[in-house]
């Protein structure tokens, strides 16, 4: 097999699989017009949509549609850059990137365009990932904030705190050299201020970051609880569809439904589960387990119980095998039949919600408590998408930044911290990232991208 390398040519459908209009074909790689003239017969202008006819080997057309010419370095990735835009149907699609491999190029492969625009220096790793997340986005809210990420606004905030980062170990790594006059010289230069505000900056940063996580994740939320507590009819309101079957008989449900929700622009991911009790039924059995284990991924459960009766002793017995580190509320549902109003408590550690969901009293007190669980603190429109990464990457920083200030009167241990922080910063843009984790990054991409 002939070796991959960073000057290959390569190609890819860029439009989603199925019919269209019109697809994509792109290609990159070095000396494209040559690559366009045997495709096309012609070399395209730079940057001028050009109509022209794609041939096979035999001369033969395959198609007729619109040759983008992108030239070195004024392009996506960062090389030359072709555009084959065609009418949009599956085999039209394939005859085209075949002929592109005839060629010469290859197969691209999944994120290979974008990992070449971040090696090329158009995008750093930030950016880069913005281009996957902006795909991906499930809520425009997530669109939004992956757009800014993409525009690079994340990346000059971390680029930001790196300058301030550098200024500050100028000063406290030119104190090494006068180790009699350390103390005098971290007042003097307000080193201890200069941390400080850093340590602020990043935190602000990092509570804009884990609000952008929840607009790329969202909460794994499962409806939990007795039979006939009204799981399904809590479902059918949060979606404002009838997607539960609704019955008066105690284990109707019999397996995990799932839907998804927006609330300001948070998805939740609501799951509607078996009743929980002891059964004879071998499949409501199986139902009643497959709930169990919904209830062991979730990140918040919702144990429903009647308003009637409030928490019986069964529902202390389900509460009681609920895992612990999961988020839950008790509801209270059927305050219609209970001729009560919808209210929120606490008990001990627990929140309690009254409300109906056949009637939908109470349903505004319960999008407000998700939100709270989730974490969501409105911050609008400055949330950045971060990733998982992002988010072990600002915490590294901030532990290395409050070492360095536990540690300012002892010069050379600050002055590593603070070199561990800046680090830390570093790889959330790619200067500082290690090859294979660039590989398990740009894998998760789509193939044209």
């Known amino acids: 097999m002939k070796r991959r390398t960073a000057s290959d040519v390569i190609a890819a459908i860029a439009t989603a699989p199925g019919r269209g209009g019109i697809g994509v074909v792109r290609v990159s790689g070095p000396d494209l017009l040559s690559f366009a003239e045997v495709l096309c017969g012609r070399r395209p202008a730079a940057r001028q949509a050009t109509l022209a006819n794609f041939h096979d080997a035999q001369g033969a057309l395959i198609d007729q549609g619109i040759l983008l010419f992108f030239p070195a370095p004024h392009s996506f990735t960062g090389?030359?850059?072709?555009?084959?835009?065609?009418?949009?149907?599956?085999?039209?699609?394939?005859?085209?990137?075949?002929?592109?491999?005839?060629?010469?190029?290859?197969?691209?492969?999944p994120g290979e365009f974008s990992r070449r625009a971040f090696l090329n220096e158009k995008l750093d790793l930030a950016q880069a990932e913005a281009v996957a997340d902006l795909i991906e986005a499930s809520t425009a809210a997530a669109a939004r904030s992956a757009m800014r990420s993409l525009s690079g606004e994340f990346s000059r905030a971390i680029h930001a705190l790196v300058e301030r980062l550098i200024e500050l170990r100028l000063l406290v790594e030119a104190t090494l050299d006068f180790p009699d006059e350390e103390i005098d010289v971290i007042r003097d230069t307000d080193a201890a201020q200069r941390l400080e505000a850093l340590r602020e900056q990043l935190a602000a940063l990092r509570a804009r970051a884990h609000q952008g996580s929840l607009l790329r994740t969202g909460l794994h939320v499962v409806l939990a609880g007795l039979p006939n507590a009204g799981k399904s009819s809590l479902l059918n309101r949060l979606t404002g569809e009838e997607r539960a079957i609704v019955t008066e008989v105690a284990g109707t449900t019999r397996d995990a439904l799932r839907e998804t929700i927006q609330i300001e622009g948070i998805p939740l991911h609501v799951i509607d589960t078996a009743g929980l009790r002891e059964t004879d039924d071998p499949v409501e059995r199986i139902g009643i387990e497959r709930s169990w284990q919904e209830i062991e991924r979730a990140d918040a459960v919702l144990l429903l119980v009647d308003a009637r009766a409030g928490v019986t002793p069964a529902d202390q017995h389900v509460a009681q095998r609920l895992p612990s580190g999961r988020r839950r509320l008790v509801v209270h549902n059927k305050c219609d039949l209970a001729?009560?109003?919808?209210?929120?408590?606490?008990?001990?550690?627990?929140?309690?919600l009254r409300l109906s969901a056949k009637t939908g009293a109470g349903i505004e007190l319960l999008h407000d408590e998700l939100l709270r669980m989730a974490g969501w603190q409105g911050h609008g429109e400055d949330v950045i998408l971060a990733r998982e990464r992002h988010l072990e990457a600002l915490v590294d920083a901030q532990a290395?930044?409050?070492?360095?200030?536990?540690?300012?009167?002892?010069?050379?241990?600050?002055?590593?911290?603070?070199?561990?922080?800046?680090?830390?910063?570093?790889?959330?843009t790619g200067e500082f990232t290690a090859d294979d984790l660039l590989g398990a990054i740009f894998s998760r991409f789509c193939i044209g991208k």
Request: hydrophobic share 45%; glycine share 8%; with cysteine.
């Open 79 to 109: 090389e030359d850059v072709l555009e084959l835009q065609g009418h949009g149907g599956p085999l039209v699609m394939q005859l085209l990137l075949g002929r592109c491999l005839e060629l010469g190029a290859r197969l691209a492969e």
């Open 339 to 352: 001729q009560s109003t919808p209210a929120r408590w606490e008990e001990g550690d627990s929140v309690h």
């Open 400 to 428: 290395h930044l409050d070492a360095a200030a536990a540690q300012l009167q002892q010069i050379e241990f600050c002055a590593e911290e603070l070199r561990l922080a800046q680090s830390a910063l570093s790889r959330i």
